[in-house]
């Protein structure tokens, strides 16, 4: 079935690391740009960075730009973000999701521009 897969979230300390990565299935990965997204608690879904088909266009939120990284593997079929400096406010349901084409730029941050959402993988970052 058409699926997108987020893996890779845990418990870690203030200044910890993480790689969450999203495996597709069922679909043309290397058509489609994708995002990762997340939720806290009362805070609602928000943008986190963006990549189109081909690397190195990516586009980060303010809140993460020098701390993560976005990056995919259209071999692969997977799709990854490096989390390094992690703060408590960095806590969140990390969702991956498709855009409707393979690149982007204004809206990249627009729910309503995905089509395929990942079940989210919990991160917390706590001491």
């Known amino acids: 079935e058409v699926q997108l897969q987020a893996s890779g979230g845990g418990l870690v300390q203030p200044g910890g690391s993480l790689r969450l990565s999203c495996a597709a299935y069922?679909?043309?990965?290397?058509?489609?740009?994708m995002s990762w997204f997340r939720e806290a608690p009362g805070k609602g879904r928000e943008w986190v960075s963006f990549i189109n088909v081909h690397e190195p266009y990516t586009f980060y939120a303010d809140f993460v730009k020098g701390r993560f990284t976005i990056s995919r593997d259209n071999v692969k079929d997977e799709l990854y973000l490096e989390m390094h400096d992690l703060k408590p406010e960095d806590t969140a349901v990390y969702f991956c999701?498709?855009?409707?084409?393979?690149?982007?730029?204004?809206?990249?941050?627009?729910?309503?521009?995905?089509?395929?959402w990942g079940q989210g993988t919990q991160v917390t970052v706590s001491s």
């Open positions: 069922g679909f043309s990965f290397g058509s489609y740009a």
């Open positions: 999701a498709r855009y409707r084409y393979p690149n982007g730029a204004s809206l990249v941050g627009s729910l309503d521009q995905y089509n395929l």
